[in-house]
């Protein structure tokens, strides 16, 4: 015969000790387990192991840490050794239990002292359970409505006692009742973004990127590991799922880069890209965007300039061999990303909660995905448009012993620059090769027709958010609330035309510059040199 197993449950750290520590007295140590404040990550995870496994241990004691981010839906019964105020809280420990994959009903025991008809507590418990149907069902979806009552019952409450409790049940269903028919109302307008025709195309393709984690790791390894030289580092020899990133002596970062874009406390944080083996270990990093040592390396990438100049001769067989038939020109790579100078500005401006920068950069992303241009200009700025030439210039790097080969002009070969330029003039060759390159980009009616048809398609999603929120304001107000919605409403609205501005005028970096000569021999002067 099966054991059932019992969930105990109270808001207080001691009391949840001195539950423990009578029933360890009465059953034997293996037959209790733990969930309390302080700790550590590995033995929040060995308790609930043990509860779940060993089918001697059939008690978990839990004070108000064991209320989130636990997975407890075998258990049997769920006893409140006490009840905190507030609903919600009282909801989030019953989600512990009621989760996918429970298999039977769901069972409570609450202690609620003395049952005397004047009892505060025992009028408390009547009102969870027959006004808001607390433990019938969920209350996930009345939040709002809940939180905008407690007020109400704590005036009832020290005003009139348990009386007062009492006296308001009946209308408190009602107004449950009432309020998960306009939730039912607010479902279908939701709906507005759910009913548009990519949405089911873009969480398919979502959900099929987000399973081939096995890629996403070999993609960023490619730069982490096989790049700049940092190590994996297992927390467990035997499951290999759960790493961190570790520098080396021969990691091609200097020691203080690595202090400044990845602090301490981020390289020592184990995770996964695997998001199914994350979400089942409490405390371990995902690996993905949003994920403190990505999003350090990111930022590294973007600060980072070495590689991004350089100049070259490139020996094309095809191309004439006579001394003055040479092309030379220079090469600008171009990042093109929304302009976020507007957004930054009304979020220093007003100081919105709940709004971050590097978050709206991603949803500026999602709706306007950065993209790049390559343009060639020779040394009289004109943009080339010469397909044969493109073809030349366009190949990529060929090195020693190809027919076709690339010749770094560096160290000791920068003189065969001189004798094509002058070092006087270099300097404002090059600023006004980059200032006529990006005016021909910005002209250009490839970048015109891009923007344009991004920003389209951005004003149309941004205007539908807009008139959801509006009709749900709406239907707020008819209830005579909506406060917060009216300011979400009023900050989409503001946001919108802020970022169809940076879509429309898009921001444009310069990732790299080079310097070609092109000619049909080697360059001269090599040696005995042959790169």
Not at 258 to 287: H, Q, S
Not at 372 to 400: C, P, W
Not at 430 to 450: P, V, W, Y
Not at 471 to 480: A, H, I, T
Request: proline share 4%; net charge negative.
């Amino acid at each position: 015969m099966n054991i059932p197993k019992l969930v105990v449950f109270t808001g207080y750290t001691q009391v949840g000790q001195a539950i423990a520590q009578r029933m360890r007295k009465k059953f034997g140590e293996a037959a209790i387990a733990t969930l309390e404040t302080g700790q550590s990550a590995e033995i929040v995870e060995q308790q609930e192991n043990q509860f779940k496994t060993n089918p001697r241990c059939f008690v978990l004691v839990c004070d108000a840490s064991g209320e989130e981010g636990h997975n407890l839906q075998f258990a049997d019964y769920m006893i409140h050794f006490d009840l905190p105020w507030s609903p919600n809280r009282l909801e989030q420990r019953h989600g512990r239990m009621n989760r996918i994959g429970l298999q039977h009903s769901m069972k409570y025991v609450v202690f609620s002292g003395s049952q005397a008809a004047d009892d505060p507590l025992c009028a408390w418990v009547v009102l969870l359970g027959s006004g808001l149907n607390l433990f019938k069902e969920s209350v996930a979806s009345l939040q709002f409505y809940v939180d905008s009552k407690l007020p109400e019952f704590e005036t009832l409450l020290f005003q009139e006692g348990a009386d007062g409790l009492e006296r308001i049940i009946d209308v408190v269903e009602n107004e449950v009742e009432s309020e998960k028919v306009s939730i039912g109302e607010q479902h279908a307008l939701d709906e507005i973004d759910a009913l548009d025709s990519n949405a089911a195309e873009y969480f398919a393709l979502l959900d099929d990127y987000d399973g081939r984690h096995k890629e996403i790791k070999q993609a960023a390894e490619g730069w982490v590991c096989d790049a700049l030289q940092f190590k994996r580092w297992f927390t467990d020899p035997d499951n290999i799922d759960f790493f961190w990133y570790k520098p080396t002596p021969k990691t091609l970062l200097p020691v203080n880069d690595i202090l400044t874009f990845l602090p301490p406390e981020e390289l020592n944080k184990p995770g996964t890209y695997n998001r199914r083996l994350a979400n089942r270990r409490p405390g371990r990093v995902l690996y993905r965007v949003g994920a403190g040592i990505i999003d350090a390396l990111n930022d590294y990438v973007q600060w980072d300039d070495r590689g991004r100049a350089f100049a070259l001769w490139r020996h094309a067989p095809e191309w004439p061999a006579d001394e003055g038939m040479e092309w030379i020109g220079f090469r600008f790579d171009y990042v093109i990303e929304a302009d976020l100078s507007g957004v930054k500005q009304l979020l220093e401006q007003h100081q919105w909660k709940n709004l971050s920068l590097r978050a709206l950069q991603r949803r500026a992303d999602a709706l306007f995905p950065p993209f790049f241009r390559t343009l060639f200009l020779n040394t009289r700025m004109q943009v080339v448009t010469d397909e044969h030439l493109l073809a030349i210039l366009e190949r990529n790097y060929s090195g020693k012993g190809q027919p076709r080969q690339d010749y770094n002009l560096a160290k000791n070969r920068l003189d065969i620059i001189d004798e094509f330029i002058s070092r006087d003039d270099w300097e404002a060759l090059c600023q006004g090769a980059r200032t006529q390159s990006e005016e021909s980009l910005r002209q250009s009616e490839a970048f015109l027709s891009d923007c344009q048809r991004y920003a389209k398609d951005a004003d149309r999603k941004l205007s539908e958010r807009v008139e959801q929120l509006t009709l749900r304001l709406e239907r707020q107000n008819e209830m005579g609330s909506g406060q917060s919605l009216a300011e979400e409403a009023s900050i989409e609205a503001v946001l919108k035309n802020a970022l169809l501005d940076g879509m429309i005028n898009p921001r444009v970096s310069l990732d790299s510059i080079g310097f070609y000569i092109v000619a049909g021999r080697r360059p001269p002067r090599l040696g005995k040199e042959t790169e």
